[in-house]
């Protein structure tokens, strides 16, 4: 699923960092996070949906990736993020 523009333009607003910022890391693990619940709300009820369960793995991945990033350059804004987000680590 491909979020709707509003609700990408409102996660943006919420995350960004900068007026024009849409690349940043913060940006990019939110956008990813809202992909990765609906991924999961999808294959729960399909479950032998291999193709998108591949898609998912790699989403996770990537924002794992992202998440190390922060926590590394800047541990207290990384334990924020994931506060904001609801996710655990």
Not at 49 to 63: A, E, I, S, Y
């Amino acid at each position: 699923m491909v979020l709707k523009k509003q609700e990408k333009t409102k996660i943006i607003s919420d995350f960004k960092i900068k007026d024009n910022d849409t690349g940043s890391a913060d940006v990019q693990i939110a956008v990813l996070t809202e992909r990765i619940k609906y991924l999961t709300d999808h294959l729960k009820e399909h479950k032998h949906d291999n193709h998108t369960r591949l898609g998912l793995l790699k989403m996770v991945g990537r924002r794992r990736k992202l998440l190390d990033y922060i926590k590394k350059n800047d541990p207290d804004k990384y334990l924020n993020l994931i506060k904001r987000l609801k996710i655990r680590k």
